[in-house]
């Protein structure tokens, strides 16, 4: 089903309230879903928290959320996002995966569990009434995307819904899709700097050099320990007292990520700026193999 400016202003018009969206923030959305000549974006959740979601929306390196989403990409269908959903958004996804095969970026957000046959995760209703998992939906989605993104340690890695006892059986993403599409980008949740210039990446020159877990080599590249400016001092003897936390159970030695780089919160602060242990949201065994966090 294709949407057209008039069915999409009647639905955005519906949400508008319940979002609090202007009038001003509507135009925009619309000219974002509405612009086929931009690079397409499919962006799905399975079992997550939405903070991978919530992240985006904090990006202002290298550029900020609303100059990607207007200026970057035509993002066709985002859960939190978009002004469609229900049947419509359904018929939405499948239109466009059809319409653009071998355009379209796919982000996964959140893991996939595939036990009772993913039935434990429900994307939504297919437009032939039958439930489309969220295992059904990545396999569907992935055979007809240019490049899949795993946004964050649970779509990468698993995560928390892929901790031990594990019940609904989670995958790693690149477990059920070819490997060669995919870019890991671990971190509870995605850091928005790396998905960001990913995308761009994705878009301007094609996919980036990965490391052997699927990562950009440009992000991933040393142990966070390595750029610790805490490195050689005295240790910490308790959480939120200045100094290393090696001792304390800091996972800053064991996990490749750049945050003393980059940063959180628009570079503000990151775990031990704040004198926190790192508790290695972004190593591939989060959190089983971490764990405990706190080492005392």
Not at 5 to 12: Q, T
Not at 128 to 136: E, L, N, R
Request: charged share 15%; net charge positive.
């Amino acid at each position: 089903m294709r949407i057209t400016r008039r069915e999409f202003l009647k639905w955005a018009a519906t949400s508008a309230a319940a979002l609090g969206l202007s009038q001003l923030d509507l135009l925009r959305l619309e000219k974002v879903l509405a612009d086929s000549s931009a690079p397409p974006v499919i962006w799905i959740q399975g079992a997550s928290c939405s903070g991978c979601a919530i992240s985006l929306l904090n990006v202002t390196d290298p550029t900020t959320v609303d100059d990607v989403l207007l200026n970057h990409i035509s993002l066709k269908y985002h859960p939190n996002l978009s002004a469609v959903a229900g049947h419509m958004a359904m018929e939405k996804i499948e239109y466009e995966m059809i319409d653009k095969m071998g355009q379209f970026i796919l982000v996964v957000e959140g893991s996939v569990p595939t036990s009772a046959n993913g039935k434990y995760c429900i994307v939504g209703e297919k437009t032939d009434g039958t439930p489309w998992t969220m295992y059904q939906a990545v396999q569907d989605l992935a055979a007809k995307a240019k490049y899949v993104i795993a946004a964050g340690t649970c779509a990468a890695f698993g995560g928390i819904p892929g901790g031990n006892p594990n019940p609904t059986s989670v995958v790693h993403l690149d477990e059920i899709v070819e490997k060669n599409k995919v870019v890991n980008l671990p971190a509870c949740p995605v850091h928005p700097t790396h998905l960001v210039k990913v995308i761009l990446e994705l878009i301007s020159t094609g996919m980036p050099a990965l490391d052997g877990e699927g990562r950009p080599k440009a992000f991933f590249s040393r142990k966070l320990h390595s750029n610790c400016p805490r490195r050689g001092t005295s240790r910490a003897k308790k959480i939120g007292e200045f100094g290393c936390m090696n001792g304390l159970g800091c996972n800053g030695p064991n996990t490749y990520i750049d945050c003393p780089l980059v940063k959180w919160n628009n570079g503000v602060n990151w775990c031990i700026g704040s004198n926190h242990p790192c508790i290695g949201c972004a190593y591939p065994g989060f959190p089983d193999a971490v764990s405990p966090f706190y080492k005392f």
